[in-house]
């Protein structure tokens, strides 16, 4: 069964620094998002990608977050300089476009801002 | 803020049905629901979802009624692999982003 896959699981980074995260959709979805979830709170959508530009983007979502899609497969999220605010679990989901189409998640990248 | 509400926990016993219910009243004509659960910290998981008519499938069945106000998740046959928080969302018009509230915790008994 096609699944959406993330790397890595679990990165630790010292604040300031940058990081990546990384996520390959499902082949033939063509809408990809982000969200996170700080631990114990509620699931956040940060913003959603279509056609290589943002649909959709939250409050969350400022400067210091970019979403890129390189390639054909795979669909970044870069924080610029991180905070110890960051730290929690982001997911990555992909979609079709019909109307209705149901999104499938990734297992989560564990970021910890140290 | 999400567009649905549900009962914050549920206990079931294991293999008894579990019926878990959202009320979505200020839902419009062209809006879906989607049910999703998260088991710990992984990512949600698809369940099932629905404009008018019920639906189901291998993992649930979902109900909605006429009226489209609310609707029932349920899971036939529950087991402790169930044990989960159940997301109801409905997607707002014209978006594709989804609202996540606070879900109903489930705890499936021995």
């Known amino acids: 069964e096609p699944e959406v896959t993330q790397t890595p699981s679990h990165q630790v980074t010292q604040m300031g620094q940058e990081v990546i995260l990384r996520c390959v959709p499902i082949?033939?979805?063509?809408?990809f998002y982000w969200y996170r979830q700080i631990l114990g709170q509620k699931v956040e959508f940060l913003v959603s990608?279509?056609?290589?530009?943002?649909?959709?983007k939250s409050e969350i979502f400022d400067d210091q977050f970019s979403v890129e899609r390189p390639d054909g497969s795979n669909f970044t999220l870069k924080i610029r300089s991180t905070k110890l605010e960051d730290s929690a679990m982001y997911f990555c989901?992909?979609?079709?476009?019909?109307?209705?189409?149901?999104?499938?998640f990734g297992q989560g990248t564990r970021l910890t801002v140290v | 803020d999400a567009k649905t509400t549900q009962p914050p926990s549920m206990d079931c016993a294991e293999g008894r049905a579990a019926n878990l219910p959202c009320n979505h009243s200020?839902?419009?004509?062209?809006?879906?629901v989607y049910w999703y659960r998260q088991i710990h910290s992984q990512g949600p998981q698809y369940i099932i979802h629905?404009?008018?008519n019920n639906e189901t499938n291998e993992m649930a069945s979902l109900i909605i009624t006429e009226d489209r106000k609310s609707s029932t998740l349920i899971l036939p046959h529950a087991t402790l692999r169930d044990t989960a928080v159940y997301y109801c969302?409905?997607?707002?018009?014209?978006?594709?982003?989804?609202?996540f509230g606070t879900g109903t915790r489930l705890k499936v008994l021995a």
């Open positions: 989901a992909s979609s079709n476009l019909h109307l209705g189409a149901e999104a499938f």
């Open positions: 082949s033939n979805h063509l809408y």
């Open positions: 990608f279509y056609n290589n530009e943002i649909s959709e």
């Open positions: 200020t839902i419009s004509g062209n809006e879906y």
């Open positions: 629905g404009l008018k």
């Open positions: 969302i409905v997607r707002v018009d014209g978006t594709y982003k989804y609202i």
